[in-house]
């Protein structure tokens, strides 16, 4: 049996502005990668089970890494992630004064790309490529 640890030439990260509360923290990430497992097939693993037999959902196949940055950071990277045509979620402020997905989706559509007021965005891809897409952001503490 290989113990070798398992690398990935991928990465899947999420970007938090710097300003939210932790309790919007921990909402924007959940929303973000949600997005992720449902058009990327390849992120989610095996099932899980336990011992007693237990059967448990499946989830990502690897780490969540999460950073933290400026409005400006966070600009900058959207921009990088679209130009890289990375896989890519996005949460805007405006979504906290919404209450269900319809109106989720409208508050995003009713904002040009340029103005969309970014809280959070998620991307996966090859390392290298998301590494250069959070160029300036740092790891959540």
């Given at each position: ?79 990088r ?45 090859p ?13 959540h503490?």
């Open positions: 049996m290989n113990t070798e640890p398992l690398r990935f030439d991928t990465k899947i990260a999420v970007l938090l502005r710097a300003d939210l509360e932790p309790w919007q923290r921990l909402n924007v990430t959940a929303f973000l990668v949600s997005g992720l497992g449902t058009t990327v097939p390849e992120v989610i693993g095996e099932p899980y089970e336990d011992a007693g037999g237990v059967a448990y959902l499946p989830m990502f196949r690897q780490p969540v890494l999460v950073f933290e940055g400026t409005k400006e950071t966070l600009r900058a990277a959207h921009g992630a679209l130009s890289r045509a990375l896989p890519r979620a996005v949460f805007t402020a405006d979504l906290f004064a919404t209450g269900n997905d319809r109106d989720n989706r409208a508050a995003v559509r009713a904002v040009p790309t340029a103005d969309l007021d970014l809280v959070g965005l998620a991307v996966y891809g390392r290298n490529a998301v590494d250069k897409t959070l160029k300036g952001a740092r790891m503490p």
